[in-house]
């Protein structure tokens, strides 16, 4: 069960601004149907909930020169799992991080300027850290679909 109620009118507040957070509340309101102030009210009601996390920008990584976008699979042993996620949440070239189920353990996203950027990284961030068992890389060639949160 979720945490936070939202009804329809929400949902397409939501969908409304998942394709252009920079909308003002007056244009908001008037494709909802709502008065300006009913949007702002609901809006900020869904941010105090949890709903609406943040408004951010999406970047395109390749027009500001960054070349290499990688996956990977890093085996950790479980003692040192968590030491591990702290440190490497704390990198800039990490883009997102996740405890996964299987072997692999953690999950992880990389945007790096060249390949000797992701060696350097590899070589002096990733192994060396303590209970790294194995690491599989897997860059990436072509991005068909690229989201970010929760379409409704």
């Not at 709502?34 to 949007?39: D, E, F, G, I, Y």
């Not at 800039?92 to 300027?113: A, D, E, I, N, Q």
Request: charged share 25%; proline share 5%; glycine share 6%.
């Amino acid at each position: 069960m979720p945490d936070a109620h939202i009804d329809e009118t929400d949902r397409k507040i939501i969908a409304a601004l998942l394709a252009n957070a920079r909308i003002s509340y007056t244009d908001l309101a008037k494709e909802i149907g709502l008065s300006r102030v009913a949007v702002q009210t609901r809006i900020n009601a869904m941010i105090e909930e949890g709903v609406i996390e943040r408004f951010t920008a999406v970047v395109n990584p390749v027009k500001l020169g960054i070349g290499v976008s990688a996956f990977f699979n890093v085996e950790v042993e479980p003692k040192f799992l968590q030491e591990i996620a702290d440190r490497l949440a704390e990198e800039p070239s990490v883009t997102s991080l996740y405890h996964m189920t299987g072997p692999s353990k953690l999950h992880m996203h990389g945007l790096f300027v060249d390949n000797p950027a992701m060696e350097t990284f590899l070589k002096e961030k990733l192994y060396p850290l303590p209970g790294i068992m194995s690491v599989d890389c897997q860059v990436l060639i072509t991005r068909y679909k690229s989201r970010m949160g929760w379409r409704l």
